[in-house]
């Protein structure tokens, strides 16, 4: 269910900035999207929520273009970028943080940031970058003291933060973030969701991939539910809560891994290996 007349992106009518239409995805023989769609507004924190295996990282790799979607559509910004190539989609303003610590660890903290922003377009102005990822986010100030610590040595969150400060060293329409708490400690998480909410206050519209519902929903007005590759509920928070109760019961904190499923309902495989 789309609902911008009471979505905190603006007015009454305006476009979402991202939408999947019936978007699906295959790895090889298996089936992991089926007919997935939902709708991100200008500036609001959507989450997106499921047990292990339901096909949530997949859904970012396909906006992203790192997994080519099999049918559907994609939308931003009024653009189809269905069949762009990754670099075109991260150039377009959608900066993608993926599961794990995505550093390179025998770089420095400023020569990861250095890279990112090259790879992004914006390597004509390398200062600005390194100001932007120091500097606009009060959360990353604790890098500008690391900047020439190789990034392997940095603690999980540290490098975690590292991984939110790439994705941000030039401006960015949409962040994806997926599983930013995985491994990592109590304070290191608290740490990483006051970050999230710093560049969600900047008004960068986020979707947030998480297993640990009170963390997702904390930080989100809207959600997803997805389960076995499929929309189960979108809306927000108090729209999708039924959905969540019924479908997720087990572990309304972290959802339940050994839920996977293997067999979709209709028959086709999934991809029980593949989030």
């Excluded at 609902?3 to 019936?22: F, I």
């Excluded at 189809?80 to 390179?104: K, M, Y």
């Excluded at 329409?173 to 304070?187: F, K, T, W």
């Amino acid at each position: 269910m789309t609902e911008q007349a009471t979505s905190p992106s603006g007015p009454v009518g305006a476009e979402p900035l991202l939408e999947l239409r019936n978007v699906e995805a295959t790895y090889g023989p298996y089936r992991a999207l089926f007919g997935v769609s939902f709708t991100v507004p200008q500036g609001s924190a959507v989450a997106l929520v499921g047990s292990n295996g339901a096909g949530k990282s997949t859904v970012a790799r396909v906006i992203s273009g790192l997994v080519r979607a099999s049918a559907g559509s994609i939308r931003f910004d009024g653009h189809d970028i269905t069949r762009w190539p990754a670099w075109r989609i991260a150039r377009a303003g959608i900066a993608h943080a993926p599961e794990g610590r995505s550093v390179f660890a025998t770089l420095t903290v400023e020569e990861n940031l250095l890279l990112a922003a090259r790879s992004a377009g914006g390597g004509g102005r390398p200062g600005e970058a390194l100001d932007r990822a120091f500097g606009a986010f009060g959360a990353f100030g604790q890098l500008a003291e690391r900047r020439h610590q190789l990034a392997g040595t940095l603690s999980g969150g540290e490098q975690r933060m590292l991984s939110l400060a790439k994705a941000l060293v030039v401006p960015q329409r949409l962040l994806m973030v997926d599983e930013l708490s995985l491994g990592l400690a109590p304070q290191a998480v608290d740490e990483v969701f006051d970050a999230l909410r710093a560049i969600r206050d900047t008004g960068t519209s986020l979707l947030v991939v998480e297993q640990h519902l009170d963390r997702a929903l904390s930080i989100a007005d809207r959600a997803v539910v997805l389960v076995r590759g499929q929309v189960a509920a979108e809306g927000s928070l108090s729209e999708v809560q039924p959905a969540i109760t019924q479908l997720l019961p087990a572990h309304p904190s972290t959802l339940d891994t050994a839920s996977a499923p293997t067999q979709h309902p209709l028959g086709t495989p999934l991809c029980p290996e593949v989030e």
